[in-house]
Every structure is written in structure tokens, then in C-alpha cells.
């Protein structure tokens, strides 16, 4: 009877204690729907997400006074082998940039831009926050170019 009870007792400290990691899946789907980002008062971005299983699908547009400068498509999936996303983007011209990250708490998110040829080398990071629903902030950061912040809002339809 003894062991009995300190069985369950050690069983019901262990099932207590375990560190609970922020539901990456879960995270991820904050970002469906549509948001904007103004770089400049004439230039803009347009991020249409959608969900894809336990991923997303998204395209972008960059435009500067009406003309297109940028657009992809983007597809992101979870490894959870890693615990992280990775999203492939299609550029226009053919080229495939490659992304990796993951949610490090419930409204923060850290990306790395590598190098497809050799993805351990990181290109650019970025750390993306959410302030509200329908609001969220991300910091690029270029090598030696410093960091260039933006913020980003959904658009209601």
C-alpha cells in the first residue's frame, strides 16, 4: 500500500512539473488573415495568410506609388522533430529564399533567413511580437545593416 501511494505521489509531482513549451501550432494560426505594413507613406505590403493544415499559406505584395516591386508566395510547415516552422518563399523571379523558427513565449516569434546552400548559415533574423489581435511588431536584423523595425495591422474585411 506503501509503494502504491508513493508511486502515484512521484507520479503526480512529475506530471506537475513538466515545462510547458508554448503550443507552436497553436501560435502560428495568430497570423491568418490579412495585414498591412506602410514602410513608407507611398510604399506598402500586403500579407494575405491563410491556414494549411498545421501550417500556412501565404502571398505578399510590396508596391511603392502603385507599382508591384515584390511578390511571393510562401508556404510554412512545423517540424516537430525541431519544434520550429519553416517557410519557403517563391519569389516572382524564381528565387527561394529559406526561413526557420519558433514562438519563444505565447506572443513572441524568432525567424532566421538562411542560406539554402548552407542552412547554417543565418542570412537575417527577425523577432516578431504580438501587442494585440489584430497588431503585431517585427524587427529585421541585417547582418552588419543594423535592425529595421515595422508594425504590422490586420485589415478588417
Known amino acids: 500500500m ?8 512521484i507520479h ?10 508554448p503550443d507552436q501550432v497553436t501560435l502560428i494560426k495568430q497570423f491568418i488573415g490579412t495585414w498591412q505594413n506602410e514602410f513608407t507613406p507611398d510604399t506598402s505590403i500586403i500579407w494575405e495568410i491563410k491556414s494549411y493544415g498545421k501550417g500556412l499559406e501565404t502571398t505578399y505584395k510590396i508596391t511603392t506609388k502603385g507599382k508591384t516591386l515584390r511578390e511571393a508566395k510562401q508556404l510554412v ?3 516537430s522533430k525541431f519544434e520550429t516552422f519553416t517557410n519557403f518563399t517563391l519569389l516572382t523571379n524564381g528565387r527561394i529564399v529559406l526561413f526557420t ?3 519563444t513565449s505565447d506572443n513572441k516569434m524568432y525567424m532566421e533567413v538562411k542560406d539554402k546552400i548552407n ?9 516578431y511580437e504580438f ?3 489584430d497588431m503585431f511588431t517585427v524587427i ?6 543594423g535592425a529595421k523595425p515595422g508594425t504590422y495591422y490586420r485589415i478588417k474585411e
Open 2 to 9: 506503501i509503494a502504491v501511494s508513493l508511486f502515484i505521489a
Open 131 to 133: 501587442k494585440t489581435v
Open 119 to 127: 542552412p547554417e548559415k543565418v542570412l537575417s533574423r527577425g523577432e
Open 77 to 79: 510547415g512545423f517540424d
Open 101 to 103: 523558427g519558433k514562438f
Open 12 to 21: 503526480g509531482i512529475q506530471a506537475q512539473t513538466t515545462d510547458s513549451q
Open 140 to 145: 529585421r536584423i541585417f547582418g552588419n545593416y
